[in-house]
């Protein structure tokens, strides 16, 4: 990707830093300084929308490294969510550990979870695999719900009280959305480094082609099973976060549906781009939000009469299955890929190319 | 024992219609290399045509199911056309993420068409038992379990002596090299697309003959992979054989590990014996063994 004109690298230091000038400085804390204000001037609907984002955007982020740079389909990444958001929740509940402890231990436990089906990677190639991550999602049902009561609650599930760390209450949606905002940006932060570093490289080439990599003398076994484990890692974070948030943890939660869902915001983001997942996400979830508000304004007015709004939400679905099919059909690299477009005409302007 | 051999019956009749949804999955991954994650979806589409002939339309039984197959095939022909021409040499990625999308839409189509209420399937069989000896067999699996031998038969042999199923065999090794050899791709994958929508319908009459439906009737697809799996991607006859192994097992560990776990067990045990399957053999028992190249 070019840079802005007259900006080139002096040191390694310059050549690898993200931020690069000087306007993408301002406009990123420009940026950050509006993330924290938002909650301030929106209502609670528009903070509880922005805290589902967050928590969707740091799963999203995790299957982006894992099915967009390492190419393995995943359609466990809700299963692992699950796994992670259980286990935040009966270590906080139960032994009354801290955040701190808490959200890194669940993030770690969805990994392991994650990397067991990952290790079938190793053996079963392309497709198959997307099956066995089919398979934890239904192990993962199974045995939350049989599990000792003890445990996780089975059919009940596990009901949390506010979290609080250092005395500080996250009680609101507003107060819950700068914990998800700063553990968001700290995982997005993770994810844009790791990709650029010798391990994305390395699951770059096993996405390629993997029994290439492997003679150029990369350790396919290694990086497959470590795509799944950081996959799963962000997931289980996002469970963590999940749970605090809606202080309600059941299995019926975390369905195959939303797995589906998840590589339909990462079609349409664009496949292999940290920036697609969040676009991607951002995208897909403020239509879905946009027709939920919309739908049974639709069903007042006297022509429309006799469509209920579960129609109108019905149609939504047939409206994203359309789109995530024109993209995979038109534009299979996605919205980030015309967001690039837009930005490099902008530097070279006035020129064409 | 006659508790655990009615088990192992039923869990058999149902591993056999598994195998006849899994069969609509083979012969379109054969054709395309599609990997159809919304093969359930097809089933419920299917379900609520023969639905709509018998119930709202009031027609007899046998001419609705006709009528369904004819429609279903339609709509197969169609997801070829608009999805799936486009695609036909992109990688293979494209092709499984694109049936995502696939999954979502037609899911939506369905609520919008028939709504998410309970319908009540008209009954294909008669709702009696059948009894063999001791034991009680649903009838409608039962002719299910026929009807899916025979068709498997008939497919295995379209596969290996017609000339328009060895097309589609060849289809399914390599696009490219089918095009060069001056095979027609298109049609091949039109007809897979055909003959899937077909199986799907007739999966859904067997299995909902007389039962209460809404669209979650798809979990049915989902359900059916790992027969898909542990027969191998490829495998007509070897759908019999896998479904045969994986019903009698579900049947077997339904009565040993349901009174310990509570029920639900049938659910998530095909799962287990695929992963262990896979794992030992990752083409399953009779897929094709690729040889990979660089």
């Known amino acids: 990707m070019t840079q802005p004109a007259g900006v080139y690298a002096q040191t390694y230091d310059e050549d690898q830093a993200i931020i690069r000038t000087r306007p993408q400085c301002y406009w990123f804390i420009i940026f950050m300084i509006f993330l924290f204000a938002l909650p301030l001037f929106g209502g609670g609907r528009l903070v509880g929308i922005l805290n589902i984002i967050g928590i969707t955007v740091i799963a999203v982020v995790g299957l982006q490294i894992n099915a967009g740079y390492a190419g393995q389909v995943n359609l466990g ?25 808490t959200i890194p231990v669940a993030g770690i436990s969805a990994a392991v979870f994650g990397a067991i089906f990952g290790l079938a990677a190793v053996r079963i190639k392309g497709f198959y695999l997307a099956l066995t991550t089919i398979a934890a999602q239904y192990i993962f049902s199974f045995a939350m719900i049989k599990l000792p009561r003890r445990w996780f ?17 996250f009680d609101t949606d507003g107060r819950i959305y700068y914990l998800i905002l700063f553990i968001a940006v700290l995982m997005i932060y993770g994810a844009w480094g790791l990709v650029r570093s010798k391990t994305g490289r390395a699951l770059v080439a096993v996405r390629e082609n993997d029994n290439a990599a492997g003679i150029i003398g990369i350790d396919v076994f290694y990086y497959k099973s470590l795509s799944f484990f950081i996959g799963a890692f962000y997931a289980g974070v996002a469970g963590s976060l999940w749970g605090y948030y809606i202080r309600y943890i059941h299995a019926d939660q975390f369905t195959l549906w939303l797995s589906v869902w998840y590589l339909g915001m990462l079609i349409v ?10 676009i991607g996400t951002v995208i897909i979830r403020l239509l879905q939000e946009l027709i939920t508000y919309i739908g049974p304004h639709i069903s007042e007015f006297q022509i429309l009469s006799g469509i209920g709004g579960g129609i109108v939400f019905a149609s939504m679905n047939m409206l994203l299955g359309g789109i995530i099919i024109l993209f995979v059909i038109y534009e299979p690299r996605g919205l980030v890929h015309r967001w690039n477009i837009v930005k490099e005409s902008y530097r070279i302007w006035p020129f064409h190319h | ?34 990997f159809n994650l919304a093969q359930g979806e097809l089933v419920v589409v299917g379900a609520f045509l023969v639905w709509s002939f018998a119930n709202y339309f009031g027609l007899p039984i ?20 608009i999805i799936f021409r486009p695609l036909v040499g992109e990688e293979l990625f494209a092709l499984v993420m694109v049936t995502i999308g696939l999954l979502v839409f037609i899911r939506g189509a369905v609520l919008v068409i028939w709504s998410p209420e309970v319908h009540f399937f008209p009954a294909v069989f008669p709702m009696t038992g059948l009894k063999v000896g001791p034991f009680m067999v649903d009838k409608g699996l039962a002719f299910g379990g026929a009807i899916t031998i025979l068709v498997a038969a008939a497919f295995s042999w379209f596969f290996n002596h017609t000339r328009t199923g060895l097309e589609m065999t060849a289809v399914a090794e390599d696009h490219q090299i089918a095009l ?37 009737v798809s979990d049915i697809g989902l359900a059916a992979l790992p027969v898909v799996l542990l027969a191998g991607l490829e ?50 028992l009779f897929g094709w063994k690729t040889i990979e190249r660089i």
């Open chain 1, 269 to 278: 983001g664009g496949m292999g781009s940290i920036l697609g997942a969040i």
């Open chain 1, 77 to 101: 990444q809700s299963a692992f969510m699950g796994v992670g958001a259980y286990t935040a929740g009966a270590l906080t509940l139960h032994l009354h550990l801290p955040i701190w402890i």
């Open chain 2, 1 to 34: 024992m006659i508790s655990l051999l009615s088990h192992i019956i039923s869990g058999g009749l149902t591993g056999l219609l598994y195998a006849l949804i899994a069969m609509g999955f083979v012969i379109i991954y054969r054709s395309s290399r599609a």
């Open chain 1, 153 to 169: 609650g089975q059919t009940e599930g596990l009901r949390l009280n506010p979290i609080s760390l250092f005395g500080f209450e």
């Open chain 2, 235 to 284: 495998s007509i006859g070897g759908l019999i054989l896998a479904g045969l192994l994986i019903g009698i097992s579900m049947g077997i560990a339904e009565f040993f590990l349901d009174p310990i776990f509570e029920g639900g067990v049938a659910a998530v045990f095909p799962f287990i014996i695929m992963i262990i399957v896979l794992l030992i053999r990752p083409s399953g």
């Open chain 2, 62 to 81: 046998w001419l609705a199911i006709i009528l369904s197959f004819m429609v279903s095939m339609v709509v197969g022909l169609f997801i070829e056309r």
């Open chain 2, 180 to 216: 060069s050899l001056g095979l027609n791709v298109k049609r091949s994958i039109a007809v897979a697309w055909a003959a899937s929508g077909v199986l799907c319908t007739l999966a859904a009459a067997i299995f909902l003959s007389g039962k209460g439906m809404t669209f979650m």
